[in-house]
């Protein structure tokens, strides 16, 4: 048993921020611990910041303002980059990477986006390039899905992945509140930032999204084919209607393997109250994998938060030491979980998928409007699976709310079109993806 | 960039059961995407069976009916063993680890009562012994607190982990039935075996507790430390009570580090409904963790089956084989998670935990009862959290339900005689223990 055993990894940590702060406090207070866990002392020697904390960094020999110079420095092993965003982020990991060094990162937005050539020069170089932290915070499912299934053609994964827009389609189904007054109640909480667009529009969804879906299908990181919608639309009757008909209104991120391609879209949804992942609330997150040997597997905690998701960082210095401890040459995983990612499998346009859809018509209440409607749906071939019409207290305009069997989307938007142009509709249309989840129930 | 790329990894399977053969129809279907995932092929070269499955062994290049002979054989890398049971079992994995060869097992019983010797000669010699498939089936609940919770203390983790005891609970709860009908109809199922023992008394779980504790903690593996209580004795009624006062009755196994010690206990358990624990029901597994920086993760899925087992197995196969691939020369992870397991805190008996308890007591309906009841627990400092009486149709006798707040279990016991000598209690009393979990709510 030739053991190589270095006694230390050192790290440099870029960005004091909350992950930063988080990491570097997270190694110190279990630093026995993960020491018995790694095999080595994982030490922070270095950090860069802009804004110090020396209350922090009285154990960190090197304090200074540079993360490029940190990220080219010899004497660093590890660099940790938690500055967030495109520029100086993307600069540092590259100038890690290139001199040789391994790299963590909880940068969600760089690695769906630039994931595909930083991985690269990571593999060139023979180092790894570490994200953990980038998906649903503390919840291992990089892991999960990389290693944990590896076995599995995955068929499909569906996730909460947004802590805000769950928190706040949460709130809007218990307080029956409009969603601009929750997106409110959220900012004053901190749950939501001044900007919320990115959590509310499911940029930020997107972006983890992108990242589940080329692990578990093989392909290239594709962020820009990604389907987007928010949940600004969605309304206390939409939620109300859907519990009617034995649904949860929940903001998911979908990734399916078809036939004719692969679909990754970012919705809201309607998901059987029957199953976890309606009950999943609050800023939590949680992920359902279906496998081909394993069925369907549920990760579930919070997806965001300092310590959460420091613990998914540390995790990632962890496994690195561990494999620098057993003499391991370069990563033993593969970034993205292939030894290559040439899976070529075209991303579809949202035209291009099958779905179930809730549609919430809101018509003037005429004798032979619901005729009209089913015509519609007919001439495209689209069945009713349940209808809600509500009686209108005077000639005023209701709603009809219509869950459809399978279609394809393209055809559903002709109908809705269509709808659109009838005389007795009074306004556009609601249209929600439902998700029947093939596979058994969990 | 030196990359030891070796071309095959040969795999032994002994034993050709429900996971011995569902692992070699896995490795065979999705042997593309294992590749390309492990960096090298993965092929099973040998097998050793008293059944033989020729339809199976197609592509299997030495079929025998010795499992010694291929645990010494040295044209195999890896050994499969999915016997079963102890002596045999116990054997082929000694004999592989002796001969410097890796193994992945699926055998709980064994790594729970052995596990501490054959780790030992595991790492004396360098290999892996992996055991993913051991705990709760398909789901990666082993490499979650082995590796993706690993930069925290674990404070506590409570699982469903008995597949057969959690359908038996969820029919008795839906249909009101009584455990021996519902164990037949399992039984008929083929849920349950023919003698149950080890399901429904909670000795398999016990198995996978000692497991999940041992790595969670850094603690030698201490099955026969661990108290086991299985679910024969809970009624309709113990279920209707805890509806009624906001719970449902799940058989959970429970390991807790305190101050004084480690808690690992196995037994009926009253969890309150609104957490997602409350709500996995059927055949299902489901763990929940609780870290001091992540704080609570669940991890949910199908906990038995040929197929979901056999997808932890092939996963134990692909971390080994991409960790031969990056040249590791000896294991990256340690079996339990620690490089040594020299933590020696005392595991508790079960007299000594702190817990909430659910009493049903049969009583006379008297004037004065339940002073006298009341009396008996302040002499024991217990305090009342809620109570459940019913009417009495005459004076025969009825329940009374109490729910304690916290205390010793030894305190209850005192208390619990002390009832059973009153005459107006009419028979045993049944107590289950309530657990709150400390931390937020998942």
Redesign the interface.
């Known amino acids: 048993?030739?053991?190589?055993t270095p006694t230390q990894l050192r790290i440099g940590i870029c960005g004091l921020g909350t992950v930063g702060a988080?990491t570097l406090r997270?190694l110190e207070?279990?630093k026995e611990?993960?020491t018995?866990?790694?095999?080595c002392e994982i030490v922070v020697t270095h950090v860069a910041t802009r804004t110090p904390k020396p209350e922090l960094c009285q154990n960190v020999a090197h304090s200074g303002d540079d993360p490029l110079a940190l990220a080219a420095d010899p004497s660093v092993d590890v660099v940790v980059e938690t500055i967030g965003g495109y520029d100086v982020a993307f600069d540092v990991i590259k100038t890690a990477l290139t001199s040789g060094k391994h790299v963590v990162t909880a940068n969600k937005a760089l690695i769906a986006e630039k994931g595909n050539e930083l991985f690269a020069l990571a593999r060139?170089?023979?180092v790894t390039l570490a994200f953990?932290s980038s998906v649903a915070g503390?919840?291992?499912i990089i892991?999960?899905l990389r290693?944990?299934?590896?076995?599995?053609?995955i068929e499909w994964l569906a996730g909460i992945i947004n802590g805000t827009g769950n928190f706040i389609l949460s709130e809007m189904t218990a307080n029956q509140s409009q969603f601009a007054d929750v997106l409110q109640e959220a900012q004053e909480l901190g749950y939501a930032e001044a900007d919320p667009t990115f959590d509310v529009e499911g940029i930020d969804a997107a972006h983890k999204l992108t990242i589940m879906a080329s692990i578990a299908f093989?392909i290239p990181l594709q962020f820009d084919k990604t389907y987007t919608e928010g949940i600004s639309k969605v309304t206390p009757d939409d939620i109300n209607y859907a519990n009617e008909l034995g649904y949860e209104v929940k903001h998911l991120g979908i990734a399916r393997k078809t036939e004719s391609g692969i679909e990754m879209r970012v919705h809201p949804t309607l998901v059987a109250k029957s199953r976890?992942l309606a009950?999943?609330n609050?800023v939590?997150n949680?992920i359902l994998v279906q496998?081909?040997?394993?069925?369907?597997?549920?990760?579930?905690?919070?997806g965001a938060?300092a310590?959460?998701t420091?613990?998914?960082?540390?995790?990632d210095?962890?496994?690195l030491a561990?494999?620098v401890v057993?003499?391991?040459?370069?990563?033993?995983?593969?970034a993205l979980?292939?030894?290559?990612a040439s899976n070529d499998s075209p991303v579809l346009a949202i035209e291009e998928i099958d779905a179930e859809y809730y549609l919430r018509i809101p018509v003037i209440d005429r004798v032979g409007v619901m005729a009209k409607i089913s015509n519609v749906l007919q001439d495209q071939e689209i069945s009713i699976e349940a209808i809600i019409q509500k009686e209108a207290a005077s000639n005023e305009s209701v709603p009809i709310v219509i869950l459809t069997h399978r279609v394809k989307e393209a055809k559903l938007n002709k109908a809705m079109a269509a709808l659109e142009n009838l005389e007795e509709i009074t306004g556009a249309i609601m249209r929600i993806r439902v998700e029947p989840f093939h596979g058994?129930?969990?």
């Open positions: 048993m030739t053991q190589h988080g997270l207070e279990n611990t993960i018995r866990r790694s095999g060139e170089k023979a953990e503390g919840i291992p892991k999960a290693e944990g299934l590896a076995a599995n053609e093989g976890l009950n999943v609050g939590g949680a496998g081909d040997f394993v069925g369907s597997t549920l990760y579930s905690g919070p938060g310590e959460a420091a613990s998914a960082v540390v995790a210095l962890i496994d561990r494999q057993a003499g391991a040459t370069f990563p033993v995983y593969p979980g292939y030894r290559d058994e129930a969990t």
